[in-house]
Every structure is written in C-alpha cells, then in structure tokens.
C-alpha cells in the first residue's frame, strides 16, 4: 500500500478549490445571460407618458345588469325525521 505524502494532500486541496472557484466564476458570469434569455425582459404594458405614482383605471367590460334567469331550478324540499 502507498501512503498519501502531505505534498499530494495539500496539491489535492488546491485544485479543489481551484475548480471550485473557477466554477463559481463561470456560473457568476454566464447565469444572468441563460436567466435573461429563458425568461426574457419583461414587457412593460404601460405607456411611456404614465409617470411613476400616476393611478389609471383599467374598465375590464360591461357588469353584468338584472337578475340571470340561467342560474337553474329552484326545488323545494321537506325534511324527514
């Protein structure tokens, strides 16, 4: 059996840190570009001449007037004992 020399420890240890932070750099460097290009910029719906802490109202449509006749069968009921 070979014995490990502290040499070989120690060199062991460096390159393991070593990659670790060139690992660390790559992903620094190259994640905020594959986030950027998975999820894209966000769009902004809003205008340009909106300015920050203006409030617009947005009407979605029409409410809905009266009573629905849709709504289904009313059925009466009588409780057993």
């Not at 629905?68 to 059925?75: P, R, T």
């Amino acid at each position: 059996m070979t014995e490990a020399s502290v040499v070989g420890v120690f060199r062991t240890i460096l390159i393991i840190l070593f990659i670790y932070y060139v690992i660390k750099w790559l992903v620094r460097l190259f994640f905020p570009l594959l986030i950027k290009k998975y999820f894209g910029s966000p769009q902004n719906t809003s205008s340009d001449t909106d300015k920050e802490g203006d409030i617009k109202i947005v009407h979605r449509g029409k409410k809905p007037t009266g009573k629905d006749d849709n709504l289904g069968d009313y059925v009466d009921f009588e409780e057993v004992e």
